[in-house]
Each structure stands twice: as C-alpha cells, then as structure tokens.
C-alpha cells in the first residue's frame, strides 16, 4: 500500500483529499499544525496517522515510509498572507523548498505542491489584459500569497530531474462543503451571505472573473497527479479550475440554486471602489494530459453545502474559525494573553 505524506491534510482541501485517498486504498500520513483543529478529519481520525507539527520544521523522520507528497499546507489566502508577509513567506515558499530537498535526500520522487490561479490576476478596468491565460502564459504576481507560490514554484522546477517529480496545480477559487469549513471563498461566501442576510452583495457590480472549482474535483486533481507517469507530470504545471464565472452570473447561479431548496435571495450590486481580483484561465492542459474533466457544478454545490451545513451544524456562521484571517488573528491573540497569564485554568 503506498504511503502518502498530506501536509495540511486537516484543512480545508486537505481533509477532502484524505478522504478521498483513503477509498482509493492510499495509507495517509497527516502533517498539520492543527490551527483550526480536527473537525476536519472527524470521519477519517482513526485511519489517519497524525503528525501534529509545523511544516517550517520537518525533519526527514516524517518522510518515512512515504512513497508521495502533496503539500497543500501554509498559508492560503491574500489577507492572511498580507497580514504576516514573513509568515507568509517562510511557509509557502521557505518550507515547500526545504520539503522538496528532504524528498531528493530521502528518494522519495513525487512531490505535488499546491499553487494558485491568483498569479494570473490582471485586476479589473483593463479590457486588453482581460484574457484567458494558460500555464505558459506570462505572469508577474505582486500580491504576497501569490508572489510567494510563484516563487515556491520557480524552486520546485529548479529540482526536478531524473530522481524527482514535482507537480504543480495551480488551482482556481475553490467552493464546496468541507468538514474544515470556510465561508471566506466566494460561492461559500455567497451562501452564508444568503442564509443570514437573504442578500448578495456586488463588489464592483461582479465585473470581475474568477476561475472556479469544487473541492471534490481539486482531490480528484491531485489524485491523478500522484497517479501518472512521471514522464507525463514531471516539472510539469496544471491549472485546475470547471469553469470561468464573472461574479454577477455567480450570483444568479447561488440565487437559482438556493431557491431549488426554498431560500428567496436579493442581490444588490455595490460599485464603491474596492481593491479586486480578476482573471480567467484554461484548463484545458489538465483535461488533455491527466484526463482530468471537473464535473460538479456550482448549482449543485451549493444545494450540497446547504444541507450538510443544516446537517452537520455549520450554521454558526460569525464563529471566526470558518474565516482564515480572523481566526489567525484571534490565536495570536490569545497566545499574547495567555503567554501573560498562564493556563486558563491552572495554578501558576
């Protein structure tokens, strides 16, 4: 049976992919720091092996055993990148080396990283730059979440030879139920808006484009990336995204899926300036080379996410553990208060 070290399996991609490794027979070895704890494998628990450990600090001992790895840990989005550049920086792109090189030493060949059609984002209010952009397209992100994944790339690519086989899937704004839920992703975003507002709000009145894809269908990505060739894969970069959206039609979608199930919503179009995100990309590389076809629409997301939400208590939509930076920012403080006063609880 082979081994497959996920680093940042107990999040938000990664605790779907562990499931999904786990029902094709793979042995799944979790790294993660835990910051949001284990809810996010609370089906899989006791048929995971838990290494509760900060990805800047691997040693080789964690690559025992392991014949894979894909690495979906660090930071993941642009304010919580922004908030602690240096952070930022040391995880996406410090640590994903330092792996990379642990692998080589270690002869473990196949090392899939996760990266980010955000390098692609061109903004908003240029129509000669608004294009569909492939993997040998020209980029030159800026943003720090961004930056740090193209860099973190550059360094993958830099590695790969004969005895390694780095893979990169650049993946688009991913939607979808997670046991690790997140409601600071546009279509979950617009979900959770819907149920405790009964309204869409557009930034920018939803001019702006976004390449979007399920989380079931990311696993499935980097299932077939463990799964080829490695002559077929090797140095090689995928986009993975179902399908370009401008946000205005994503909030129709939302709206007609949501009144399948009996939800009414309003959508209110807000043109007050607001710094914006916008790009469109291809998938057709994945789809020629891996055979991967994403298949789970928007629509059916979200009424999926509806009733597993209702089901499984997600409903508690101000807890700041469903939103990246919030919760970030509420553990540090907490370890600022409790590095003052000690257990909570115990005598000091």
């Given amino acids: 049976m082979s081994k497959v070290l996920l680093v940042g399996g107990a999040g938000y991609v990664g605790s779907v992919l562990a499931e999904e490794l786990l029902e094709r027979g793979y042995a799944v070895r979790v790294l993660d720091r835990f910051y949001y704890g284990e809810d996010g494998l609370r089906d899989v628990a006791d048929r995971v092996e838990l290494v509760r450990g900060d990805m800047r600090r691997a040693g080789p001992d964690v690559l025992d ?64 730059l608004d294009v569909i952009q492939d993997e040998e397209s020209d980029v030159n992100p800026r943003a720090a979440y961004s930056s740090s994944k193209y860099n973190a790339e550059r360094y993958l690519l830099e590695l790969a030879d004969d005895d390694f086989c780095p893979v990169i899937l650049r993946k688009g704004t991913v939607y979808g139920f997670s046991n690790r839920m997140r409601y600071d992703l546009v279509v979950n975003t617009f979900l959770k808006s819907a ?114 939400i209702n089901q499984r208590g997600y409903t508690d939509f101000d807890n700041p553990k469903y939103y990246n930076i919030r919760w970030m920012k509420l553990l540090e403080e907490a370890h600022k208060v409790i590095g003052v006063t000690g257990s909570v609880f115990e005598a000091e």
């Fill in 195 to 308: 149920l405790t507002t009964g309204e869409l709000t557009l930034h920018n009145g939803g001019e702006m484009w976004r390449p979007l894809v399920d989380v079931r269908d990311v696993a499935r990505a980097y299932i077939a990336s463990l799964e080829a060739s490695e002559n077929v894969v090797r140095g090689q970069i995928f986009n993975v995204s179902f399908q370009n959206v401008r946000v205005s039609e994503l909030a129709l979608r939302v709206r007609e899926a949501l009144r399948a199930v009996g939800v009414d919503v309003d959508i209110r179009p807000d043109y007050k300036y607001k710094g914006v995100r916008s790009y469109r990309v291809s998938a057709q590389k994945i789809q020629r080379v891996l055979g991967v076809h994403p298949k789970v629409t928007i629509e059916e997301s979200v009424v999926d996410m509806f009733g597993k």
């Fill in 65 to 128: 055993g392991v014949s894979a790895v894909v690495n979906v840990g660090g930071l993941s989005n642009d304010p919580t990148a922004e908030y602690n550049p240096r952070a930022n920086h040391e995880m996406n792109t410090v640590a994903t080396k330092k792996l990379a090189e642990l692998c080589k030493q270690a002869g473990v060949r196949r090392y899939v990283f996760a990266s980010t059609c955000s390098i692609y984002d061109r903004g908003v209010g240029n129509d000669q």
